[in-house]
T-cell receptor, first 110, second 114 residues
Framework: RKEVEQDPGPFNVPEGATVAFNCTYS??????FFWYRQDCRKEPKLLMS?????NEDGRFTAQLNRASQYISLLIRDSKLSDSATYLC???????????WGAGTKLIIKP | DTEVTQTPKHLVMGMTNKKSLKCEQH?????MYWYKQKAKKPPELMFV???????INESVPSRFSPECPNSSLLNLHLHALQPEDSALYLC?????????????FGDGTRLSIL
């Protein structure tokens, strides 16, 4: 089992729809969680950190479920500019190393 | 605009050349990172510097040699690279190596080895 797993997609979603994807992690001792987005041929950009109580930033909501060992990202009222690959990143805590998921590709269609 | 600056943006080099990639940040971050990213894959960690000292080397071949001249600068010296080393090389920084600190990336150097 991979340490951090994501559905690679692509998720094809009409503009204005709500889309959600999950990321599972294997190490129950994981301490920190992040969502990054990466556009084609660009660098990853931090979208949001994921806090234990869940957090929201505009149209984006991140949740952490420690019991089932997954984090989720919800995007409401999706825009064409949301098309990107969304990477889940987990810090396993033992040596501060970030473990990256392979990413979920999202395509928003007009 | 990214607060981590990498130069050059693109680099084409032969297998016998020596070149260097440069990374600079002025956010006062004390941890800096080099990653390698191939197409359609997530970034792979290469090196971690913490307070200007190398703290992690992910078994990277010696043809890649990192250097941290000061807290704002990180270099990656390249020598005798192979075609499979062609990739996007990303520099990142974070406040420090604490687990809850996100990393911020430069826009990368796209490297092609002929």
């Amino acid at each position: 089992r991979k340490e951090v797993e994501q559905d690679p997609g692509p998720f094809n979603v009409p503009e204005g729809a709500t889309v959600a994807f999950n990321c599972t992690y294997s190490n129950s001792a994981s301490q920190s969680f992040f969502w990054y987005r990466q556009d084609c041929r660009k660098e990853p950009k931090l979208l949001m950190s994921v806090y234990s109580s869940g957090n929201e930033d505009g149209r984006f909501t991140a949740q952490l479920n420690r019991a089932s060992q997954y984090i989720s990202l919800l995007i409401r009222d999706s825009k064409l500019s949301d098309s990107a690959t969304y990477l889940c990143v987990v810090n396993m805590g033992s040596n501060y190393q970030l473990i990256w998921g392979a990413g979920t590709k999202l395509i928003i269609k007009p | 605009d990214t607060e981590v600056t990498q130069t050059p943006k693109h680099l084409v080099m032969g297998m016998t050349n020596k070149k260097s990639l440069k990374c600079e940040q002025h956010m006062g971050h004390r941890a800096m990172y080099w990653y390698k990213q191939k197409a359609k894959k997530p970034p792979e960690l290469m090196f971690v510097y913490s307070y200007e000292k190398l703290s992690i080397n992910e078994s990277v071949p010696s043809r890649f040699s990192p250097e941290c001249p000061n807290s704002s600068l990180l270099n990656l010296h390249l020598h005798a690279l192979q075609p499979e080393d062609s990739a996007l090389y990303l520099c990142a920084s974070s406040q420090d190596r604490r687990t809850n600190q996100p990393q911020h990336f430069g826009d990368g150097t796209r490297l092609s080895i002929l």
